[in-house]
């Protein structure tokens, strides 16, 4: 499969013609399909894939429960020992997997009604993970409104890492020595995305805008973080507390961030100016990453991007059946579904971030020596 994304210049000849550039994919790249999605979401409608699957969120939440207390209890078993960081890597994990969770609820996944999903993805955000749903809500509708779109889509504007290479191109100072070598430290980045999180989250409880839910969104997060901070703090040592919370966070980080940036990073990004119907703006900017249940199970339904963007409020355990039937549309309209494994992902977003990044470079470097 040709690479997704449109470049111009040859990686071989960077050093010659100096940095890639990027050009935004518009109107004419992608040809309308007017009637594509009203097609496809009949079939699925009458499929009844949109249906509820209270049973499946039952089970998941009986198993995090579970999850949960075996932490606690085997944090209290340990005591003093430096095996508790193995709980506390086992907490960044559980927390990914109930943000998980929280992402169904908010996009009216698990329960029947829109206000019980609300109050669900709440209570597992702010009370259980300790982010903002108010905050990461408002981001995340801008991004499924308009995926890769630039100046629309806040999940590709620069934050430490540059998504576009006119962003890249502004850096400075440290950020623009990240930037250009952000390919390989992205992942190490990541470790720090837990706390990025977590104080993005604060901030916006915090700040003058409309919040909605405010001081229950602040309680909720305060007495989360209170929950873990403070027992960790009083029964280990001050060393080891610091270092069970720092790992706590990089796992939770990392595992989160390696499970968002498959989904679009380094596929098609959109022109601000392009008009686009839905069935190909949603499809064309995603990407699934294969692998059948194991990869549902570790990413939460998030590899299959392409059927969650077309129908978002999809329970998880029908995601794989829509696969199928959206993957025979596509090859009938030629519309390009791109699929490909977990490892390949990695590669493909380590190595777009890398050509984003030479517009960071200095011009008067020398190539040779580079």
């Known amino acids: 499969m040709s690479s997704p994304h449109t470049l111009i210049g040859q990686e071989d000849a960077a050093g010659v013609l100096g940095p890639v550039r990027q050009t935004y994919a518009g109107t004419a790249d992608f040809p309308p399909m007017a009637k594509a999605y009203t097609q496809v979401s009949q079939v699925v409608r009458e499929t009844g894939l949109l249906r509820r699957t209270g049973w499946f969120y039952a089970l998941v939440g009986v198993a995090l429960a579970a999850g949960f207390g075996g932490v606690v209890t085997g944090f209290i078993l340990l005591g003093q020992s430096w095996f508790q960081l193995l709980m506390a890597a086992a907490l960044g994990i559980l927390f990914t997997q109930a943000a998980f969770l929280a992402h169904e609820a908010a996009h009216k996944q698990i329960l029947s009604s829109g206000p019980a999903n609300d109050r669900l993805a709440r209570i597992l955000a702010a009370g259980v993970v300790g982010i903002s749903l108010s905050w990461w809500d408002a981001k995340h509708t801008r991004h499924h409104g308009n995926p890769n779109r630039v100046g629309k889509d806040p999940d590709i504007e620069v934050d430490t890492i540059s998504f576009l290479d006119a962003d890249a191109a502004q850096a400075r100072g440290l950020r623009r020595m990240i930037t250009r070598r952000q390919g390989w430290l992205f992942f190490p980045l990541l470790t720090l995305e837990g706390v990025n999180l977590h104080v993005h989250g604060l901030r916006h409880v915090l700040s003058r805008r409309p919040v909605k839910a405010r001081w229950l969104e602040l309680t909720l997060i305060l007495v989360r973080?209170?929950?873990?901070?403070?027992?960790v703090f009083l029964l280990l040592p001050l060393g080891m507390a610091f270092a069970f919370i720092g790992v706590q966070f990089a796992v939770f980080g990392l595992y989160m961030g390696a499970s968002f940036a498959p989904n679009?990073?380094?596929?098609?990004?959109?022109?601000?100016?392009?008009?686009?119907?839905?069935?190909?703006?949603?499809?064309?900017?995603?990407?699934?990453?294969?692998?059948?249940?194991?990869?549902?199970?570790?990413?939460?339904g998030l590899n299959y991007q392409v059927e969650h963007h077309l129908f978002p409020n999809m329970p998880r355990p029908h995601l794989a059946k829509a696969r199928e039937i959206v993957r025979d549309y596509c090859a009938t309209l030629e519309v390009p579904y791109t699929e490909t494994t977990l490892w390949r992902s990695y590669a493909i977003v380590v190595d777009y971030l890398n050509r984003v990044g030479l517009a960071a470079r200095d011009p008067f470097d020398c190539p040779a020596a580079a």
Do not use: C, E
């Open 225 to 231: 973080l209170a929950a873990v901070i403070v027992p």
């Open 264 to 300: 679009h990073k380094g596929m098609p990004v959109i022109a601000p100016d392009a008009r686009l119907d839905f069935f190909s703006k949603q499809v064309r900017t995603s990407r699934n990453v294969s692998g059948g249940w194991w990869a549902t199970i570790l990413m939460g």
